[in-house]
């Protein structure tokens, strides 16, 4: 979080499990869009402070139930928690006095199953009253759970893939495979906005955009036609890992989800990976599209991912690829392509695009 806010007019203070920010109302936008954000918390609110009194409490709590009902509320309830147990008034009879006067001076009727807001006060070191809270990302601190490799293309499951690895403590690198001049210039930028986006989320995305031309050719003048899928997927793989092991991710994430398309059969899944020595994570393997949208949409790739800019993954495609591809012969037609070099010199000349969380 100190991270992500960082900005000398922005202070936090971490205490009793809550991070507390004081900012200037006119940076109220920026952290909201920055803590919508932050996987790791569970939620956040805009909240009013006042003295350990109880008439001020009741008076601060007046403001917030009219501050709801001018938003449409017509129920409420009150939470309170009383951390300082040298308040003279418990947890029971805040919620009393306060309820009570807020019905009396606000319009409002209480509900205490399914309110409309909840109007929280927190008596700490000082009081903090609040309502219309927000509710957070949830998942596990950015960077707890290691380091990944992404294989972002320009499509619609990748970056999603990457959102969902990042929610589980991962922090997140990214591999683009473009095939310039046979693509084009504006596919390779539509990449670095998908990492921008989901950067976004994983404080911060280092992007690998490597030129796989000289491959793909390769792989067109020497492979079965029918396996052209196959040989580019296992290309990408194999030079994946090789940048894995230079920049210490511990895993290659991809977006691919069971038999979603011909090279996603678990036959294929099995050819494309046989050859690598760490794991693939595939945290869409058992979404539907519908829902793969849905996650790209709420995340904020979709319309990027929808231009229509082909990427290197579609080059090339044959019309009747393999469906159910033997892994044994998958190997052999692979060994006799020789790609090695080419992979190794593609790698050799990546382009590096930082994307910082200020994007």
Known sequence: M???LADDDIKIK?????????????????????????IGISGWAKAATCCKNIDAIINKSI??????????????????????????????????????????????????????????????????????????????PCGSAGRGLLLLSGGIDSPVAGFLLACRGMSIDAIHFHSYPYTSLESKQKAVQLAQITGSYCMGIRLYILNFAQVQMRI???????????MLRMAMMEASEKAAFKIKCKCLITGESLSQVASQTI???????????????????????????????????????????????????PRHPVIYGDRAQANVIYEKLELSSLIDEALKNYELVKQSLSK
Not at 14 to 38: M, N
Not at 220 to 230: G, L, Q, R
Not at 294 to 308: H, K, W
């Open 63 to 140: 403001e917030e139930g009219k501050k709801i009902a001018q938003s449409g509320c017509k129920t409420f309830k009150i939470n309170a928690r009383r951390t300082d147990k040298s308040f003279p008034f418990n947890s029971y009879d805040l919620c009393c006095r306060t309820g009570e006067a807020v019905v009396n001076e606000c319009n409002l009727s209480v509900d205490i199953h399914k309110p409309d807001d909840v109007i929280n006060i927190e008596i700490r070191e000082k009081v903090y009253i609040y309502s219309g809270s927000k509710k957070g990302l949830g998942g596990l």
């Open 2 to 4: 100190v991270k992500a």
């Open 267 to 317: 036959e294929n899944l099995s050819c494309t990976q046989s050859r690598l020595t760490i794991p693939v994570l595939r945290p869409l393997i058992g979404y539907d599209k519908e829902k793969i949208i849905r996650e790209a949409q709420r995340i904020g790739t979709y319309d990027v991912s929808i231009q229509p800019y082909d990427d290197c993954c579609v080059l090339f495609n």
């Open 220 to 230: 067109k003048e020497k492979s079965p036609p029918e396996w052209i899928t196959i």
């Open 14 to 38: 971490l205490t009793s499990g809550r991070y507390y920010i004081e900012t200037p109302e006119e940076k109220s936008a920026f952290v909201e869009d920055k803590l919508s954000r932050l």
